[in-house]
C-alpha cells in the first residue's frame, strides 16, 4: 500500500470505532501514516491515545473498521500472525518495563529473544554477534559505558534510553511509545525525543508516540494528530502549525468536561489565554 504522496504506508486505519462496554474509546478514525513519518497523538486523559496504540499491534481489536499494519490486517490476524507482526513493532512504555536487578546489556540482549530459540540466563549465555549490536545499540543511546551496570541504579531518562536500546534490538520497522516522556524531567523529556527523532531518520523506521507536552511534539514530530473523545480532531504537519492551534485540543476538551460539571449551575469556566491571538514559530 502507498500513500498520496507514493511513500509506502505503514499503518491505515478506517473507520475504526472501539467500545468498552458503554464508553467509545475511538470514534470512526482514519488514518495514514507513511513509512518513516514521526507522528505524535496528542489529546486529554481519556481521549483514546493508548487504545489508538494498542490496535495497531493486536494488543486492543476493535469493535468494528480496518486496521492494517505493514501488510498486516490486524483485525482479522490469527495469533501466529500476530506474533509475528510483533517482532516487527517495538513498544516504549511510560514506566520502561526493565528488569530493575538485571544489568543494562541484559535488559537490552532481552529485546533479541523473538530472533533466537531458547531461554536465556546472563548475558554470556547470548551469541557474541548479540552482545556486539546490543552494545552498539547502548552506544547509539549514549550508555555503553553502564552496559553493565544495575539497571535500576539508573536515572529515569538513562532508563527509557535503555527501553529503546532494547526495542531496537527486536530490530523493528514500526516504533511505538506510549507516553514515553511523561514521568521525566525536560531536559531528559527533550533528550529521549531527539533520540527517537534521530532514530527515525537513519533506520527510516515510522515513529507514532502518544505526547501530553505539545512544545515537544511541536518541536520534534513530523506530524500531530489530535484526538477528543476517540475522534480526530487536528492531523497536521507541525511545521504548519503553531502551540495555540494544538492547545485548542485540550482547551475545548476541558470547557466541555468543565460545562457538563457545573451547568446546572448555570456558570461556564473563563479559561486564560482563550481567544489569544497566535504566536508563530
Not at 53 to 80: H, I, K, Y
Not at 136 to 155: I, K, N
Not at 229 to 254: K, N, P, Q, T
Amino acid at each position: 500500500m502507498t500513500s498520496e504522496a507514493g511513500a509506502a504506508t505503514a499503518v491505515h486505519l478506517a473507520g475504526v470505532v472501539k467500545r468498552f462496554g458503554s464508553t467509545t474509546a475511538l470514534d470512526e478514525v482514519n488514518l495514514d501514516v507513511p513509512t518513516g513519518q514521526m507522528l505524535a497523538v496528542l489529546g486529554l486523559s481519556g481521549s483514546g491515545k493508548s487504545t489508538l496504540l494498542r490496535t495497531l499491534n493486536g494488543l486492543v481489536r476493535p469493535t468494528s473498521g480496518l486496521v492494517e499494519v505493514l501488510g498486516v490486517d490486524v483485525t482479522r490476524a490469527r495469533a501466529r500472525q500476530l506474533r509475528a507482526l510483533r517482532l516487527q513493532v517495538g513498544f516504549i512504555f511510560q514506566q520502561f518495563g526493565l528488569v530493575g536487578r538485571l544489568s543494562v546489556m541484559e535488559n537490552v540482549l532481552a529485546g533479541a529473544l523473538g530472533r533466537i530459540q531458547g531461554p536465556r540466563y546472563g548475558v554470556l549465555s547470548y551469541p557474541r554477534r548479540l552482545r556486539v549490536e546490543a552494545l552498539g545499540h547502548l552506544e547509539r543511546v549514549g550508555l555503553e559505558a553502564r552496559a553493565f551496570q544495575r539497571a535500576d541504579t539508573l536515572s529515569g531518562g538513562q532508563q527509557q534510553r535503555v527501553a529503546i536500546a532494547r526495542t531496537l534490538m527486536q530490530q523493528p520497522v514500526l516504533m511505538l511509545a506510549d507516553e514515553p516522556v511523561a514521568s521525566l524531567d525536560p531536559e531528559s523529556s527533550a533528550t529521549v525525543m531527539e533520540l527517537l527523532l534521530r532514530i527515525s531518520r537513519e533506520d527510516h523506521l515510522t515513529v507514532i508516540a502518544s505526547l501530553h507536552q505539545v512544545e515537544l511534539a511541536l518541536g520534534w514530530a513530523d506530524r500531530m494528530v489530535g484526538l477528543r473523545d476517540g475522534s480526530v480532531v487536528l492531523d497536521a504537519r507541525a511545521a504548519e502549525i503553531d502551540h495555540a492551534a494544538v492547545m485548542e485540543i485540550y482547551r475545548r476538551g476541558l470547557a466541555e468536561e468543565a460545562i457538563a460539571v457545573t451547568g446546572a449551575a448555570g456558570r461556564a469556566p473563563a479559561f486564560a489565554g482563550q481567544g489569544a491571538g497566535r504566536a508563530r514559530r
